[in-house]
């Protein structure tokens, strides 16, 4: 009896990719919006909306936003929608507190800075400048937090380390906010992060915590009212 034959798979033909669940996608979707502003703080995002621009029904909209309003980026009214939180004194004050204590630590734990943290600092900061070249500042904002993470992660300690992740939106998102607010600070913040680096590059503590704090405790000036 003869068996049919089978055809070979053809290489050029790739399974399509798998979606991530409904409610996953509007989560990303809102999540990044907010951090990068396109969505600000004050506006109102109704589930129709959400629905449509995402392609799915209001019920993974309604999952996704409920898990954003624990996060702290938006408040949920019933039959209306959800607001985007502004970005409170109070959020500022609390964030900069904390980077204070944690990168003040780290940078003084980097020092002597091993080759590699120099290498990638350097290579971020160079990032920075061609980013701020093409006025992207979301891509800004991450690429600065990923300056201040090498250093924190530099210092060992997975606590901290741990610690300084829980931060990552409040920072992205202040970050975007703080550079629509304040354009003139982006070519001061480019300045006070090649002062940091050449602060460890040069193997000087003292100058790195100082370099540091200057940069980061700035911004306990807009604590003065809600950056949006």
Known sequence: MLMPSVAPPNPSVTPTAKQP????RVYAHVKQAVLERRYEGGMLLTEGELAEAVGVSRTPVREALLRLEVEGLIKLYPKKGAMVLPVSAQEIADVVETRLLVEEHAARKAVPAPAALIEELESLLATMR???AAGDLAAVSVTDRCFHAAIV????NRILDRLYEQL???QLRMGVAVM???P???AKNIAEHAEILEALRAGDPE???AAV??????VRNLAQGDVR
């Open 184 to 186: 003139d600070r982006i």
């Open 168 to 170: 990552r939106d409040r």
């Open 180 to 182: 629509h607010a304040h």
């Open 207 to 209: 100058a790195a915590t």
């Open 153 to 156: 992660r530099s210092a060992g």
């Open 21 to 24: 669940p409904a409610a996953e």
């Open 130 to 132: 061609e980013q701020v």
């Open 213 to 218: 704090h200057r940069h980061v405790s700035w």
